[in-house]
């Protein structure tokens, strides 16, 4: 009987982590990821990663455990993971200018397909440097779908 309830627990677990911002991230098919883009009117964020990438797992679970981070995933872009080993994240590797330095990356580009932003900061352990509050900022600032960079 508490192995069925551990595995109920388990599998509920399970199924609110695939409801979430990251669940999202099902969504590896580029062209359905645009089109939604566009018919939200929403910017697209595309996380690049990979299996064996240890700093992708901290964005992995900001996405699920950060609530200000999940609510704006969730209402102002539509999300895309593309793994950095695979044909698809190869596709996109010669679209998009976004595997110079690394990962993890996380790029928003509009739905005309123009690369707006990259966020590719590698956790370090280091004093009064709060990474969630800069990724949170930097999709706050990105998330408009009429934002247009600043020319310098």
């Known amino acids: 009987m508490k192995f069925t309830k551990y595995l109920l627990g388990i599998l509920f677990y399970l199924f609110l982590s695939h409801s979430s911002a990251f669940g999202q991230f099902n969504q590896s098919n580029y062209e359905e990821a645009l089109q939604k883009a566009k018919n939200e009117e ?12 240890g700093p992708c ?3 992995k679970n900001l ?8 609510n704006i995933l969730e209402e102002k872009y539509v999300l895309i993971s593309c793994d950095f080993d695979i044909k698809e994240g190869k596709k996109l590797k010669r679209k998009f200018p976004i595997y110079q330095s690394g990962i ?6 509009t739905s005309e397909e123009k690369l707006v932003a990259t966020f590719y900061r590698v956790i370090k352990k280091m004093p009064g440097d709060n990474l969630r509050d800069k990724f949170y900022s930097f999709l706050v600032t990105y998330s408009d779908p009429n934002f247009k960079k600043k020319k310098k």
């Open 57 to 59: 797992r901290f964005y």
């Open 42 to 53: 929403k910017m697209m964020l595309l996380f690049v990663t990979a299996d064996w990438c």
């Open 63 to 70: 996405f699920t455990e950060d609530e200000e981070v999940k």
């Open 104 to 109: 993890p990356k996380l790029s928003v580009i």
